[in-house]
């Protein structure tokens, strides 16, 4: 495993693991699973491991993992604080101790403000007078290093690095982010002025790992012999100013896979031809994609049960791979589902597009979508399959 360093010359393995994805059964995590997992990463030197307050038995299942192996000290736990929930200084407090009992610990090694979009949340938690409140838990040690999680755009996100003195900032950064969010010039501005900048979403939510054919082909006819999620890992850890990548691993396969190429890939590897490569097949995936999600669930759950991400999905696969295969998929995977999360149900409440960092015109692209995957005839059809099978 190759290694970065924080500022306070901590040891962060290159490859993050991203607890948001362990895989679930009847909605709850499988722990055992999980635990494998994880304790198999940390075999093969990852030591950076992020969660959340909001992702559901995330922090839990990770701090009893980390307890029943007897491992905490082998690692860096980094989680957010939900700064969008918190209205008092008591509240934010009473977070803390809840994440510190559901991770089984005395400290948090990274603490980061979740989703930052605007200098604004930021402020408000001034008034609730944060600084101070870092201050404190920094000098009683329950606090390492202080972050954010940030989503809004390149400008917000400097003036967010330039409003206090952080410790770390995680930003969502792909070869088809490059210039969105808080894109390459908010990495180098991070970068320049010390503050080490660990990845979300590198492979944008499996789209770089599920490539259209055009562009699957152009990627075997390059004989680079990679497959697209080793290209899009090796794109990020080219760049001196990436710190750490975090895959949602939930697989011993991928576990192996990631690990594996996070040690051979060095800074600077990258060839003007791989750089080629990539420009090509970004093209390629532009040409189709249709909506910009990467299946962050941050707009779930809709009141009106509507399955927004698994609708996004479908509706760019539908234009990446083909009409065909993708509303079969959709039938199978949402719509005969017993709790369909068809996008008719959708009331045009609006209160998933305040949640998402991607700025999708939610319900009007629903309607597309759902226009488009589900036409008359499959409507049908679908429908007397639920019938059928007593749904
Ligand atoms: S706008 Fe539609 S999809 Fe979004 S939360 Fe409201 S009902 Fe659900
Ligand atoms: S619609 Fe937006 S918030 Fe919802 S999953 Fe997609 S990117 Fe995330």
Redesign the pocket.
Known sequence: MNYAFDRNGRKISRLGYGCMRFTRKGGMIDHRKAEKEILHALELGVNYYDTAYVYPGSEKCLGRILHDGRCRDAVSIATKLPQYLVRTESAMEAIFRKQLARLRTDRIDYYLMHMFTDLSEWERLQTLRIEEWIRRHKAGGEIGSIGFSFHGDTGTFLRILDAYDWDLCQIQYNYLDENSQAGRAGLQAAAARGVPVVIMEPLRGGRLVHLPVKARRELEKSGKGCSPAELGLRWLWDQPEVTCVLSGMNSLEMIDENARIASQTVTGGCTAEDLALVERIRGIIREREKV?????????PCPHGVD??GI?HYYNLMHMEGKGRARIEFARNIGLRRDAGFASRCAGCGR?EA????H?R?PEMLKQADADLRPLLLKIGIAAARRFMGR
């Open positions: 910009p999600c990467t299946g962050c669930r941050y707009c779930m927004i991400p996004f998933c949640h998402c960092p991607q999708i939610i």
